[in-house]
Protein backbone atom coordinates (compact mmCIF):
# COMPACT_ATOMS: atom_id res chain seq x y z
CA UNK A 1 0.00 0.00 0.00
CA UNK A 2 1.28 3.23 -1.00
CA UNK A 3 1.76 5.88 1.78
CA UNK A 4 -1.19 8.15 1.25
CA UNK A 5 -3.39 5.16 0.99
CA UNK A 6 -1.93 4.34 4.34
CA UNK A 7 -2.63 7.63 5.70
CA UNK A 8 -6.31 7.33 4.91
CA UNK A 9 -6.80 3.62 6.43
CA UNK A 10 -4.93 5.47 9.66
CA UNK A 11 -7.10 8.65 9.44
CA UNK A 12 -10.91 7.84 8.70
CA UNK A 13 -13.30 10.75 7.80
CA UNK A 14 -15.52 9.68 10.28
CA UNK A 15 -14.20 11.30 13.40
CA UNK A 16 -13.64 14.47 11.46
CA UNK A 17 -17.02 14.75 11.27
CA UNK A 18 -20.31 16.57 12.43
CA UNK A 19 -22.32 13.91 13.72
CA UNK A 20 -25.64 14.05 11.67
CA UNK A 21 -22.99 13.56 8.75
CA UNK A 22 -20.53 10.63 9.82
CA UNK A 23 -23.41 7.99 8.22
CA UNK A 24 -22.04 9.48 4.46
CA UNK A 25 -18.66 9.41 5.52
CA UNK A 26 -17.35 6.88 2.59
CA UNK A 27 -19.60 9.54 0.28
CA UNK A 28 -16.72 10.25 -2.04
CA UNK A 29 -18.01 14.15 -2.09
CA UNK A 30 -17.95 17.16 0.35
CA UNK A 31 -19.93 17.40 3.52
CA UNK A 32 -21.09 19.70 5.28
CA UNK A 33 -19.28 21.20 8.56
CA UNK A 34 -21.44 24.01 9.33
CA UNK A 35 -20.34 27.69 8.79
CA UNK A 36 -20.88 27.42 5.00
CA UNK A 37 -17.69 25.22 5.06
CA UNK A 38 -17.24 21.30 3.73
CA UNK A 39 -15.12 18.45 4.82
CA UNK A 40 -13.56 18.14 1.58
CA UNK A 41 -14.30 15.34 -1.17
CA UNK A 42 -12.14 11.98 -0.41
CA UNK A 43 -10.85 12.11 -4.00
CA UNK A 44 -9.82 15.76 -4.38
CA UNK A 45 -7.98 14.98 -0.69
CA UNK A 46 -6.14 11.95 -2.20
CA UNK A 47 -5.49 14.22 -5.63
CA UNK A 48 -3.95 16.77 -3.18
CA UNK A 49 -2.05 15.02 -0.74
CA UNK A 50 -0.46 13.45 -4.08
CA UNK A 51 0.78 16.06 -5.47
CA UNK A 52 2.01 17.78 -2.52
CA UNK A 53 4.63 14.74 -2.21
CA UNK A 54 4.58 15.08 2.14
CA UNK A 55 7.74 12.92 3.39
CA UNK A 56 8.57 12.18 7.23
CA UNK A 57 10.09 15.07 8.98
CA UNK A 58 8.69 17.47 6.89
CA UNK A 59 7.05 21.16 8.60
CA UNK A 60 3.68 21.34 6.85
CA UNK A 61 1.31 24.16 7.18
CA UNK A 62 -2.58 23.13 6.85
CA UNK A 63 -4.44 26.24 5.42
CA UNK A 64 -8.45 26.07 5.88
CA UNK A 65 -7.88 23.06 7.56
CA UNK A 66 -11.80 22.62 8.58
CA UNK A 67 -12.00 19.80 10.80
CA UNK A 68 -8.92 18.93 10.99
CA UNK A 69 -8.95 15.71 8.80
CA UNK A 70 -6.55 16.94 6.28
CA UNK A 71 -4.18 18.35 9.13
CA UNK A 72 -4.08 14.60 10.61
CA UNK A 73 -3.63 13.05 7.42
CA UNK A 74 -0.50 14.85 6.62
CA UNK A 75 0.80 13.91 10.04
CA UNK A 76 0.01 10.51 9.45
CA UNK A 77 2.61 11.19 6.31
CA UNK A 78 5.33 13.22 8.21
CA UNK A 79 5.33 10.87 11.16
CA UNK A 80 6.79 12.08 14.61
CA UNK A 81 9.90 13.59 13.33
CA UNK A 82 7.85 15.64 11.58
CA UNK A 83 5.48 19.06 12.21
CA UNK A 84 2.10 19.81 11.06
CA UNK A 85 0.38 23.13 11.55
CA UNK A 86 -3.20 23.88 10.61
CA UNK A 87 -4.76 27.34 10.37
CA UNK A 88 -9.09 27.72 9.99
CA UNK A 89 -10.27 31.30 9.95
CA UNK A 90 -14.03 30.52 11.51
CA UNK A 91 -13.09 30.23 15.53
CA UNK A 92 -16.21 27.47 16.62
CA UNK A 93 -14.59 25.12 14.02
CA UNK A 94 -11.01 26.04 14.35
CA UNK A 95 -12.09 24.58 18.34
CA UNK A 96 -13.45 21.73 17.00
CA UNK A 97 -10.63 20.74 14.50
CA UNK A 98 -8.57 21.18 17.15
CA UNK A 99 -9.95 18.53 19.63
CA UNK A 100 -10.32 16.39 16.14
CA UNK A 101 -6.74 16.56 15.81
CA UNK A 102 -5.84 16.39 19.83
CA UNK A 103 -8.08 13.22 19.58
CA UNK A 104 -6.19 11.94 16.83
CA UNK A 105 -3.23 11.16 19.28
CA UNK A 106 -0.67 12.84 17.32
CA UNK A 107 1.31 15.14 19.46
CA UNK A 108 3.55 16.87 16.30
CA UNK A 109 0.57 18.48 14.91
CA UNK A 110 -1.96 21.26 15.68
CA UNK A 111 -4.85 23.15 14.65
CA UNK A 112 -5.80 27.10 15.44
CA UNK A 113 -7.94 29.80 14.82
CA UNK A 114 -5.75 32.18 11.78
CA UNK A 115 -5.74 35.33 12.52
CA UNK A 116 -7.73 37.10 10.27
CA UNK A 117 -5.00 39.49 8.93
CA UNK A 118 -2.80 37.29 8.24
CA UNK A 119 -2.67 34.16 5.84
CA UNK A 120 -1.13 31.29 7.12
CA UNK A 121 0.87 31.26 10.43
CA UNK A 122 4.32 33.48 9.08
CA UNK A 123 5.90 33.44 12.44
CA UNK A 124 6.25 29.68 12.20
CA UNK A 125 7.53 29.81 8.49
CA UNK A 126 9.04 28.55 6.39
CA UNK A 127 7.32 25.71 5.78
CA UNK A 128 8.37 22.48 3.41
CA UNK A 129 4.54 22.03 2.02
CA UNK A 130 1.59 23.90 2.45
CA UNK A 131 -1.54 22.55 1.89
CA UNK A 132 -4.60 25.37 1.04
CA UNK A 133 -8.46 23.75 1.01
CA UNK A 134 -9.92 26.91 0.11
CA UNK A 135 -10.25 28.50 -3.34
CA UNK A 136 -8.12 31.71 -4.07
CA UNK A 137 -8.62 34.26 -6.75
CA UNK A 138 -5.01 34.92 -7.41
CA UNK A 139 -2.05 32.87 -6.61
CA UNK A 140 -1.33 33.60 -2.60
CA UNK A 141 1.92 35.15 -2.37
CA UNK A 142 1.80 35.35 1.28
CA UNK A 143 1.95 31.68 1.27
CA UNK A 144 4.52 31.33 -1.29
CA UNK A 145 6.90 33.72 0.58
CA UNK A 146 6.20 31.27 3.64
CA UNK A 147 7.88 28.16 2.10
CA UNK A 148 10.75 27.42 2.13
CA UNK A 149 13.78 26.84 -0.46
CA UNK A 150 12.73 23.43 -2.74
CA UNK A 151 9.26 23.58 -0.74
CA UNK A 152 6.47 22.59 -2.42
CA UNK A 153 2.62 24.24 -2.09
CA UNK A 154 -0.98 22.78 -3.55
CA UNK A 155 -3.74 25.34 -4.17
CA UNK A 156 -6.94 26.11 -6.02
CA UNK A 157 -6.73 29.27 -7.59
CA UNK A 158 -9.88 30.03 -10.22
CA UNK A 159 -10.83 26.72 -10.02
CA UNK A 160 -7.37 25.48 -11.42
CA UNK A 161 -5.34 22.62 -8.85
CA UNK A 162 -1.78 24.38 -8.79
CA UNK A 163 1.19 22.82 -7.77
CA UNK A 164 3.36 25.70 -7.01
CA UNK A 165 7.31 24.67 -6.67
CA UNK A 166 9.80 27.05 -4.88
CA UNK A 167 13.51 26.99 -5.70
CA UNK A 168 15.88 29.68 -4.53
CA UNK A 169 13.97 32.84 -5.53
CA UNK A 170 12.11 31.50 -8.50
CA UNK A 171 8.65 29.92 -8.69
CA UNK A 172 7.27 26.78 -11.16
CA UNK A 173 3.54 26.63 -11.54
CA UNK A 174 1.93 23.22 -12.66
CA UNK A 175 -1.75 23.04 -13.53
CA UNK A 176 -3.43 19.81 -12.22
CA UNK A 177 -7.03 20.21 -13.15
CA UNK A 178 -9.99 21.44 -12.13
CA UNK A 179 -12.11 21.70 -8.69
CA UNK A 180 -14.39 23.50 -6.25
CA UNK A 181 -13.29 24.76 -2.96
CA UNK A 182 -15.15 27.07 -0.59
CA UNK A 183 -13.59 30.53 -1.14
CA UNK A 184 -9.88 31.39 0.65
CA UNK A 185 -10.80 34.59 2.46
CA UNK A 186 -9.62 36.82 5.34
CA UNK A 187 -12.12 37.97 7.91
Known amino acids: MDRVAAAFDAVPRTGFLPARERRHASYDGPLPIGHGQTNSQPRTVDDMLRLLDVRPGDRVLDVGAGSGWTTALLAHL ?4 GSVRGV ?17 GMSWASLVAADPDVLGL ?5 YDR ?6 AVTLPMDLVGQLAD ?12 LLVRRS ?17 RRG
Do not use: C, K, Q
Open 78 to 81: TGPT
Open 88 to 104: ELEPEIARWGSANVAAA
Open 122 to 126: PDHAP
Open 130 to 135: ILVSAE
Open 150 to 161: EGRMVVPVNGVM
Open 168 to 184: GVETDLSEHGYYRFVPL
